[in-house]
């Protein structure tokens, strides 16, 4: 926490300010508490009433959901026994049956089952036969023609008919139910149902104390209802919403609209609606097949919420109490905190005012008594601090000095370096204007060549240390079989070791290892190249021992050795080991300081083993990893030597807005045949191409106007409407400008371009 700087002073604060600021910090302590504990109560109880909510009003609605359908099951199992009954008089054919005996098996019909009030026999052309009543008088033998009545045609179609809801009297509902036999000439069974017997059924439903069942029929007509005096009046119930709401969703389901659910099954959840009286009521329904009638059941909401109010009032004064208990935690807590709180804020003043010797005294056993602790601890380095400060600085001082010899010497011997194969070439140069023998001016060509191919081997290795100590040199790591770079270190070393008369033996291995290929590979060829350049007797074995999950790679020679107080700094810049019998430099001795940072950059050590006169042991130690595929192959195309004559004829487009270098390109090209079109910029190329693709586009990556050869490159080919192949010559080091610019996505060669590798890049370009 923090406290006021005014409190850190003693005897500059009144007394009675400084309790002031006590109690108010105390307070924050308090309602602090109070609200962290109070927030969970407020939450649990919040979570918990929105929980009993939704588990109430679900178990309402399975439940108002479960007696619907079992009232609507025992309906359709009412009709279904009618129907059973009813089908047993259609078992026979009027021909081997008697007027008699179906009047016998009718009458016995209306003893069964009470709720037939009528039932009349058809035979198989639809003429009544005969009519059993149980309040008028019997027919027999009325033939009255009922075939094209509904009744008649639907069962003999359906083998089943179910009649619309009629009312007898304009107050007793009534349905017909017709049944055809199996056979024609057993004619159709017509019985009328009077469906106040289904009463039975709805009054036996209970739902809590003031809640009821009833059934409509499909136009929201009343047909069972717990008090009897609602049916016999007729009464309309379509224009409730819950009776308006389950007709469309059975109107749908006939439709085919919407899934409909099996006998028995969820429909539309239980809403809140209105019952005939006006009263909100929470109600559900079920369809009864196969009348599609529809049972409703209905609940007071006051009656089903009941529950749920008492429920939330037992939350809520559960919540209060926990809230009385949280501010009497946090009244407690906070008097607790106060105390080492005051002994923090009295040691702070006097460690503030000087009193280093001061120590706080807190035993609450918790973070306050850390906090002292580093208090105290701070106070005693404070003291040594005081103490040693002077010694520090005169230390940081030193070292600070001897970093900037330490550059200062690099940036000389660099500059040292640089100018002596510049002397050279200003010397060759002149004698080369001056110099008319055409075999001495051969060999002064020789030399520039030297001295530059010199310059160049520097300005690289100096480029790799500037890029390497920058950080601008990122790593790609990869799996690969180590064979294939010990087989390009023995191809490029093998001449040079044998025109020196030394053996280079490269023992190649079949283990894989998890490195960068390029960057490892240029670790081995400098360790190499010093190997060949520092024996003059012996040879050189490049070879591996696996060790544990690792793999050390070892390049050891018979070579001069290192003396053990040198070997601490080989790897510093341009120092070098002399060579016995040797007068001046081998070498630039960079390759070692390249070679450091660059184990530093892929994490792989470095370790040296020598003997003076006996010669070194250079190792590497990289991952090892099981063997796999081997990789693809990279991006950049191989540098490879190309055939002369093979640019021929070939037109290349250079653009670079540095009249020199642009000059010395396009030379360069000439000499070997190529059609070179020069231009500054894109618009410039375009011009002077006058319609004609080029064959490649070689530009500078940095162009005047802030473009980029990136830009001028796309430019070129949206113009001429071809993938022209391209690439881009660099002297950005930290490629960092060359990633933000899209430059990664193209071939680039690095300033200074060594004429060879410039050929062998157009060439595989082209070649692809």
């Given at each position: ?374 208090l105290n601890d701070m106070a005693g380095k404070l003291q040594t601090s005081y103490a040693t400060l002077e010694g520090k600085v005169e230390e940081r001082t030193r070292q600070l000095q001897e970093a900037n010899l330490s550059k200062s ?360």
């Amino acid at each position: 926490m923090t406290l006021p700087l005014k409190w850190l002073v003693p005897g500059r604060t009144p007394l009675r300010e400084r309790l002031a600021v006590r109690r108010t910090l105390f307070w924050k302590y308090v309602v602090l508490f109070t609200l962290a504990t109070s927030a969970a109560f407020i939450l649990d109880g919040l979570v918990d009433i929105w929980l009993t909510y939704r588990d109430h009003r679900a178990t309402l609605v399975r439940i108002q959901r479960e007696q619907a359908i079992a009232a609507a099951a025992r309906i359709t199992q009412f009709i279904r026994e009618i129907e059973a009954q009813l089908g047993w008089t259609t078992h026979l054919s009027w021909a081997t049956t008697t007027l008699e005996q179906r009047a016998l098996d009718g009458r016995r019909l209306l003893r069964q089952v009470p709720a037939i009030a009528e039932l009349a026999l058809l035979d198989g052309e639809g003429r009544e036969r005969l009519r059993i009543s149980r309040q008028a008088m019997d027919e027999i033998g009325s033939n009255a023609d009922f075939s094209n009545d509904d009744k008649f045609k639907e069962a003999v179609a359906n083998k089943v008919y179910y009649g619309p809801v009629y009312f007898r009297r304009g107050s007793e509902p009534f349905m017909t139910l017709a049944m055809a036999g199996a056979r024609r000439d057993a004619g159709v069974s017509v019985a009328e149902v009077n469906l106040t017997h289904i009463w039975d059924v709805i009054n036996q439903i209970r739902v809590g104390r003031g809640g009821r069942a009833y059934v409509v029929d499909a136009q929201g007509r009343l047909i069972a209802h717990p008090v009897i005096s609602q049916v016999l009046r007729y009464t309309d119930f379509s224009q409730l919403a819950q009776v308006k709401a389950a007709r469309a969703q059975a109107e749908a389901q006939a439709k085919g609209q919407a899934q409909a659910p099996a006998q028995g099954g969820d429909g539309e959840e239980a809403r809140i609606a209105h019952d005939a009286k006006g009263k909100p009521v929470l109600a559900a329904h079920a369809t009864a097949a196969p009348l599609n009638w529809l049972v409703l059941v209905e609940l007071p909401e006051q009656e089903a919420n009941a529950p749920l109010r008492t429920a939330i009032l037992r939350i809520v004064v559960l919540l209060l109490a926990g809230l009385v208990l949280a501010l009497l935690a946090a009244l407690l807590l906070a008097r607790l905190m106060m105390a080492p709180v005051r002994a923090l804020a009295d040691g702070a003043a006097r460690i503030g005012a000087g009193q280093l010797d001061h120590r706080i005294r807190i035993t609450s056993g918790d973070e306050l008594e850390a906090l002292g602790d580093q208090l105290n601890d701070m106070a005693g380095k404070l003291q040594t601090s005081y103490a040693t400060l002077e010694g520090k600085v005169e230390e940081r001082t030193r070292q600070l000095q001897e970093a900037n010899l330490s550059k200062s010497r690099f940036l000389a011997a660099a500059s040292h370096d640089l100018r002596q194969p510049l002397h050279a070439l200003n010397l060759f140069a002149a004698q080369l204007r001056y110099e008319k023998d055409q075999a001495e001016r051969d060999r002064l060509a020789l030399r520039v060549d030297t001295a530059v191919a010199n310059m160049n081997d520097l300005f690289n290795a100096l480029l790799d240390i500037s890029r390497l100590d920058a950080g601008a040199m990122t790593s790609s790591v990869a799996a690969f079989p180590m064979s294939r770079v010990l087989s390009r270190i023995a191809a490029t070393f093998t001449q040079a070791a044998h025109d020196k008369g030394l053996g280079l033996r490269t023992v190649l291995s079949s283990a894989w290892v998890r490195s960068d290929p390029i960057l490892l590979e240029q670790i081995l060829l400098n360790l190499v190249s010093n190997a060949v350049r520092y024996t003059s007797s012996g040879g050189i074995v490049v070879g591996c021992r696996r060790v544990g999950d690792r793999l050390r790679i070892d390049v050891c020679d018979t070579g001069i050795g290192i003396a053990p107080e040198q070997q601490s700094r080989i790897f510093g810049e341009f120092y070098q080991v002399a060579a016995p019998g040797r007068s001046g430099k081998v070498g630039l001795g960079l390759g070692l300081a390249i070679v450091e940072r660059l184990g530093a950059v892929l994490d792989h050590p470095i370790d040296l083993a020598s003997t003076p006169g006996r010669g070194s042991r250079f190792s590497i130690i990289v991952p090892r990893v099981p063997a796999g595929t081997a990789p693809t192959a990279t991006a950049t195309p191989a540098l490879a030597g190309a055939a002369p004559g093979d640019l021929a004829g070939r037109r290349i487009v250079v653009i670079d807005d540095d009249a020199l270098a642009l000059e010395g390109t396009a030379g360069l090209l000439r000499s070997w045949g190529c059609l070179v079109v020069t231009a500054r910029s894109e618009r410039e190329a375009l011009a002077r191409l006058d319609g004609k693709a080029p064959d490649l586009i070689v530009s500078d990556f940095h162009l005047e106007g802030g473009r980029t050869g990136v830009d001028a490159i796309a430019a070129l080919r949206g113009a001429l409407g071809r993938q022209v192949p391209a690439f881009l010559i660099s002297g950005d080091i930290t490629q960092q400008r060359l990633r933000e610019t899209g430059a990664g996505t193209h071939y680039f060669l690095l300033k200074p371009v060594n004429p060879m590798a410039l050929r062998a890049m157009i060439s595989s370009l082209l070649k692809g």
